[in-house]
């Protein structure tokens, strides 16, 4: 199972805000398609983004803005008052529906005073969070300034990333424009994450085809951002939808990224389901990390179902992949029937991935097994890392027996050498 990449988003009390006074703050067109976005939505700048006009004349929409407007007059006592009260106050609910007014109250000319206010009353992390990205909804350019005045490393990056994504909710095309001039390096990275989170709280497509462009772009994290893309996808419109989103993307590595993350979803909800639709893409190249995803997932919960899944699939780098990690889960639940299976398959590139995954588990177990299953690998590259992994186990237990082990191992080398100098027999 592998851990999933979160997208940041507005934290613990978004929930309360939205009831309470904000709402979402973008207008958030989350459609689940993949449009030629030729030009980038504009917004009408409110207070957090929230764009001017919705239900224009309705009795809640004026209540809402009269309410606004009395807040932005709030004075520095009141908004210290309000400041304390959601930082302080013992009653979570109480700070929570503060901390709600102390954004609503919030204007590009106050945010630095609130900011002080803060820093006074020594706020934690998501409270910072969820202000950086109130800020930057409100005025991005100013608070990212204000961000990369922090002097700790960590602290500022989150921070400017948060703003950033605040930014990006409200003017996406702004915010896009501004990153367009940052020079290339790790910094722009981090904030193109950042910049790609807010575009997807904003509007999916307009996320979508701002990632494509940098896949197109040659950009190396792409598909770590369509990923995040595809998570605001599964939050916001659920698995079914996901999918449909993911299905219509280019064919290739990024649209493989996405429906890997919509398989994971998927997986959790309905296995079976979700083998389905899975496997309408098995022959696809792109789609092998899909394949070993629901193989993966679904043999944390029945090994044996996902297994048999797995072998009906035509020959692909997917089915081998999954045969791997769907023996790997199913080692280590029931090491017994995992070997009985293996024992039962014909010699193939599939069995030996299979015994690979099983290797890598049971050689924390039982070395000595795990080297002989290792042995019986057909394809020679693979044997001797099959047989590299239980050997870095066996090094662990008993270094001088595994050194002994290995003058007569046959291993080439610089393989003898992963063993007793990479890593040190550490567990992957």
């Known amino acids: 199972m592998k851990l999933q990449r979160s997208v940041p988003h507005i934290a613990w009390c978004l929930a309360t805000i939205g009831a309470f006074a904000i709402g979402k703050w973008t207008p958030s067109s989350h459609e689940p398609t993949v449009a030629n976005a030729t030009s980038m939505p504009t917004e009408d700048r409110s207070l957090l983004g929230q764009p001017k006009g919705q239900s224009a004349g309705s009795e809640s929409t004026t209540a809402t803005e009269s309410e606004l407007q009395s807040s932005a007059m709030m004075s520095e006592t009141e908004?210290?008052?309000?400041?304390?009260?959601?930082?302080?106050?013992p009653n979570p609910l109480k700070r929570s529906?503060?901390?709600?007014?102390?954004?609503?109250?919030?204007?590009?000319?106050?945010?630095a005073m609130i900011e002080k206010q803060m820093r006074e009353l020594d706020a934690g992390g998501d409270e910072w969070h969820m202000f950086r990205y109130a800020w930057g909804a409100i005025d991005g350019q100013a608070a990212f300034a204000a961000a990369s005045t922090i002097e700790d490393d960590r602290s500022r990056n989150r921070a400017r990333s948060a703003a950033v994504s605040?930014?990006?909710?409200?003017e996406p095309s702004d915010a896009i424009a501004w990153m367009n001039n940052l020079e290339a390096g790790d910094d722009k990275e981090?904030?193109?994450?950042?910049?790609?989170?807010?575009?997807a709280d904003n509007n999916i497509t307009v996320a979508t085809n701002y990632v494509l462009k940098l896949g197109d772009e040659g950009n190396r994290r792409a598909d770590d951002y369509l990923e995040d893309v595809a998570s605001e996808q599964l939050r916001s419109q659920g698995v079914d939808a996901s999918a449909r989103w993911s299905e219509q993307l280019p064919d290739g590595p990024l649209k493989g990224a996405a429906m890997d993350r919509v398989a994971n979803a998927y997986v959790d909800q309905d296995p079976a389901a979700a083998a389905a639709w899975a496997e309408r893409f098995a022959a696809d190249d792109y789609a092998a990390r899909v394949i070993e995803e629901v193989g993966d997932e679904w043999a944390e919960r029945k090994p044996a179902e996902a297994v048999s899944w797995l072998e009906s699939l035509p020959e692909s780098e997917g089915k081998k992949e999954g045969m791997e990690s769907a023996l790997g889960e199913w080692g280590r639940r029931d090491p017994t029937a995992a070997s009985e299976y293996l024992a039962s398959m014909s010699d193939s590139p599939t069995k030996d991935?299979?015994?690979?995954?099983?290797?890598?588990?049971?050689?924390?177990?039982?070395?000595?097994?795990?080297?002989?299953?290792?042995?019986?690998?057909?394809?020679?590259?693979q044997r001797t890392e099959a047989l590299v992994d239980?050997?870095?186990?066996?090094?662990?237990?008993?270094?001088?027996?595994a050194v002994a082990w290995l003058e007569t191992s046959g291993l080439p080398p610089e393989a003898q050498k992963k063993v007793t100098e990479s890593r040190r027999g550490r567990r992957d």
């Not at 908004?79 to 106050?89: F, G, M, P, T, V």
């Not at 901390?99 to 945010?111: D, I, Y």
């Open 79 to 89: 908004l210290s008052n309000i400041a304390r009260e959601a930082i302080k106050d």
């Open 97 to 111: 529906l503060a901390f709600a007014k102390l954004l609503q109250s919030m204007t590009p000319e106050n945010a």
């Open 390 to 401: 239980a050997a870095r186990a066996f090094f662990r237990r008993d270094r001088d027996a």
């Open 166 to 170: 605040g930014w990006a909710s409200a």
């Open 353 to 381: 991935a299979a015994i690979g995954g099983f290797v890598s588990r049971l050689a924390w177990e039982d070395h000595d097994a795990a080297i002989a299953w290792a042995s019986t690998i057909g394809q020679e590259n």
């Open 190 to 199: 981090r904030l193109q994450e950042g910049l790609v989170s807010g575009l």
